[in-house]
């Protein structure tokens, strides 16, 4: 005998379909985000936050198989290639955009014909029109990376402008490039060695089609107060007053312009510095250096004023120098505040304003 089940009515009804709805409402709303996708999208418009109906359904796993072909780049949006209509406030020239502190290892060439790879921080900024929106400011990192595998020289930070100038379409460009400089000191009696590091800063800036070179070097020593060792020598002279004149940690900026011609080496500018005031910071002492270092001292008081002369007398006799400027600072230990001097030479560095925050980058920290 056959038997046939009857036909059983699968449609369920209106009060089956809520009960169903909130099962999955309520699933939904402890459910991760991946378990949503991979049962069906549709259900996360069923939670308390969902957008509108018509917001369309997005997928929110990875598409690690995605391949954006050269058909799809070309269909991406670039809004810093935009129409002028797009600029945002005055149309006016911007003399100076791009990025800073963009950080990568590059080789730089020594005076001993030795290299060092050390970690350098790039500024690149391009001119930009009046009537442009912007610049795509990856590209200023993707030419530089074409060129740092060089030994870098003024040469190649020339020919790495050259290539960001060209792909970015400006007038005026500029490449700075800071990093600290290892030097390898001796003590001043006892022979031992350590190294130095001196923060320096390459620049090379392209305006109006004249370039030019510039070199930055902070330089730290220790200033003694002339006026404080005299009345110290007073007081052991006139009334048996042990007394100690105040010195302190001091530090100048000197920003050069090498001038064309014969290479002014990191190691020639440090040495100019060291000739015009010698009571540079130590970095290895045992007693007979620290000795040493007093005597120094005391050979060499020197006012605020005085540094400032003292390395413009060095810097002026260097026919690779151009214009120049020295920003000294001598963090007082005596007084609550710090002494400070400007000395330029030539238009390059002259200003009637100062950065607010000038002196407050000269501090150097052990």
């Known amino acids: 005998m056959n038997m046939h089940t009857p036909d ?4 369920p009804s209106l009060d089956e379909a809520e009960a169903a709805l909130d099962v999955l409402r309520r699933w939904a709303a402890k459910a991760q985000d991946q378990e949503i996708a991979a049962l069906d999208p549709v259900v996360a418009r069923l939670l308390p936050d969902a957008p509108p109906v018509d917001y369309p ?30 600029i945002v406030g005055a149309r006016a020239p911007i003399q100076h ?10 080789r730089f060439h020594t005076r001993d014909n030795g290299d ?17 929106k ?47 400089f290892p030097v390898k000191l001796r003590s001043l009696r006892s022979g031992l060695e350590g190294y130095q590091y001196y923060d320096i800063a390459l620049e090379l800036c392209d305006q109006q089609g004249v370039r030019r070179r510039f070199m930055h070097l902070d330089y730290v020593y220790s200033s003694t107060c002339p006026c404080s060792l005299e009345l110290s020598e007073h007081a052991r002279m006139s009334r048996g007053q042990l007394a100690t004149p105040h ?6 900026r000197i920003s050069i312009e090498a001038l064309p011609g014969k290479r002014l080496w990191f190691e020639d500018l440090i040495e100019l ?41 060095q810097l002026l006799a260097d026919p690779r120098i151009g214009d120049f400027r020295v920003v000294a600072s001598h963090q007082e230990s005596l007084h609550s505040h710090d ?26 920290v052990g």
């Open 8 to 11: 059983v009515d699968l449609q």
């Open 57 to 86: 359904v997005l997928s929110r796993s990875y598409p690690d198989a995605f391949d954006a072909d050269v058909g799809y780049r070309a269909g991406l949006p670039d809004l810093q290639n935009g129409p002028s209509s797009l």
């Open 97 to 106: 955009v791009g990025i800073s502190n963009f950080r990568l290892p590059i």
């Open 116 to 132: 060092l790879t050390l970690e350098t921080s790039v500024t690149g900024t391009v001119s930009l029109d009046a009537g442009k």
């Open 134 to 180: 912007g610049i795509n400011m990856s590209r200023i990192m993707r030419t530089f990376y074409g060129h740092a595998e060089r030994t870098f020289s003024f040469g190649v930070i020339e020919a790495a402008l050259d290539d960001y100038k060209s792909d970015l379409d400006s007038f005026d460009a500029r490449i700075q490039m800071r990093f600290s």
């Open 247 to 252: 010195s302190q940690r001091s530090v100048a």
């Open 273 to 313: 510095c060291r000739a015009g005031v010698p009571t540079e910071t130590q970095v290895m002492v045992k007693r007979e250096d620290e000795q040493a270092f007093a005597e120094l001292n005391a050979a060499n008081p020197i006012f605020v004023e005085d540094a400032a002369r003292s390395f413009c007398k």
């Open 339 to 364: 002494a400070v001097s400007i000395l330029t030479e030539g238009p390059t560095f002259a200003a009637d304003s100062l950065d607010p925050k000038l002196f407050n980058t000269l501090f150097h």
